[in-house]
Structure formats: structure tokens, C-alpha cells
């Protein structure tokens, strides 16, 4: 069963850090890009970030370009978003999304449950 | 404003057949595959069809189509079940960026 478990959410303070993380299991993960997706509170999906299987090719929203950082560790079957420079407008939870295929220009064909970022002082 | 034109809300009776649309362009819809997600009070999204691709465990009552620079997601014989957001979403050649759309709330009456 393939599944995309998140970690890594919390409280931090407004220019603060933080890394999320994404353990996959159950598919071959160098096989498929990834993708990170956010939804703010009362608000719609947002799409973050995305990296191809390989993890040579990554993409960002203009909204976080800068100040986050998609990669993968496909030896420990893991992706990641290493967030700076937080701001109040980041508070979301962060799903991790698999694409159906190599590159990100596919479609996302399964959802992890979500990790909860809050940024506030 | 979403990349992606989605209806607010569409409303159903039980068993009655339902379509939702997702408008694009031709950056995006016109180019790529779409995926259409679940989510249920707030809860993780979960993908209902992507491409022409229906994933186990989602029943062929949802199907999903494309023409041109729309593509719909249509349910036969509606459920109280499929009370739910639906979001459209692809890639954009343009922005290099995926969109979404802005999300479509279906009540099933």
C-alpha cells in the first residue's frame, strides 16, 4: 500500500525555521515526483513545491521562492521542505502529494495526511 | 483569483448525475492531465481521478472527461457520501507552477 506520512509541523515565531518532512513507503519513490501542497485555514489547496524523481528539477510557488527548499533523499525514501523566513501567511497544513510519474507535470494521485505549520509570536 | 475557474457550489439529490467544471487554458488544461481531489471537512485531500485514470478504491461512478480547455468530473447516481470540496488541479507551462482551481462545494440534498 503506498502511503506518504508527514512530520514536522508546529509552532514557530514570525522569520523563523522549520523542516518538514515526508516518509513514503510502498512504491518505488526515485520512481516519481513529488509534491508539497498547503491549505491556510478556511482556505483552498495551495500548491507549494514540487521535485522530479530524480530530484534535478525543482519548483516553487512565487509565494515561498526564496525562502523555501524542496529535496529528497531517495535512499531514505524522504522528501522534504525546508521552510525560512516563515510568515504568519505560511500557516497551513502541508501535505505531501505523489505525481503519477517521473516528472511533476503529471497529475498528484495520492495525499498524506497532513503535518499543521502555525506561525504566530 | 485561481488559475483554474471552478463553480462555488453544486447541489444534488441522491442518485441524481452531477458535473462539475474546471476552465483553463491552453497553458494548462489544454496541456497537460487533470486531477480531481476530495476533501471532506477539511480533512486530507484524496484523488478521485487523475487523468483518465480512476484510482482503486474511488467506485466508477466518478468519471472524468476533457475537451479542449475544460475538463469536468462527473458523478452518476450521487451519494450522500460525496458531500465534499472538489478541486481541479494540472500543470502550468507558463508559470511553470501547478494550479488549482479555487475548489467546488458539492451538497448532496
Known amino acids: 500500500e503506498v502511503q506518504l506520512l508527514e512530520s514536522g509541523g508546529g509552532l514557530v515565531q514570525p522569520g523563523g525555521s522549520l523542516r518538514l518532512s515526508c516518509a513514503a513507503s510502498?512504491?518505488?519513490?526515485?520512481?516519481?515526483?513529488m509534491s508539497w501542497v498547503r491549505q491556510a485555514p478556511g482556505k483552498g489547496l495551495e500548491w507549494v513545491s514540487a521535485i522530479s524523481g530524480s530530484g534535478g528539477s525543482t519548483y516553487y510557488a512565487d509565494s515561498v521562492k526564496g525562502r523555501f527548499t524542496i529535496s529528497r533523499d531517495n535512499s531514505k525514501n524522504t522528501l522534504y521542505l525546508q521552510m525560512n523566513s516563515l510568515r504568519a501567511e505560511d500557516t497551513a497544513v502541508y501535505y505531501c502529494?505523489?505525481?503519477?510519474?517521473?516528472?511533476?507535470?503529471?497529475?498528484?494521485?495520492?495525499w498524506g495526511k497532513g503535518t499543521t505549520v502555525t506561525v504566530s509570536s | 483569483q485561481s488559475a483554474l475557474t471552478q463553480e462555488a457550489s453544486v447541489s444534488g439529490t441522491v442518485g441524481q448525475k452531477v458535473t462539475l467544471s474546471c476552465t483553463g487554458n491552453?497553458?494548462?488544461?489544454?496541456?497537460?492531465?487533470v486531477g480531481w481531489y476530495q476533501q471532506i471537512s477539511h480533512g486530507a485531500p484524496k484523488t478521485v481521478m487523475f487523468?483518465?485514470s480512476l484510482p482503486s478504491g474511488i467506485p466508477d461512478r466518478f468519471s472524468g472527461s476533457k475537451s479542449g480547455t475544460t475538463a469536468s468530473l462527473t458523478i452518476s447516481g450521487l451519494q450522500p457520501e460525496d458531500e465534499a470540496d472538489y478541486y481541479c488541479s494540472t500543470w502550468d507551462y507558463s508559470l511553470s507552477a501547478r494550479v488549482f482551481g479555487g475548489g467546488t462545494k458539492l451538497t448532496v440534498l
Open positions: 502529494a505523489k505525481e503519477n510519474g517521473r516528472t511533476v507535470t503529471t497529475a498528484l494521485d495520492v
Open positions: 510502498g512504491f518505488t519513490f526515485s520512481s516519481y515526483a
Open positions: 487523468g483518465n
Open positions: 491552453s497553458n494548462n488544461i489544454g496541456s497537460y492531465a
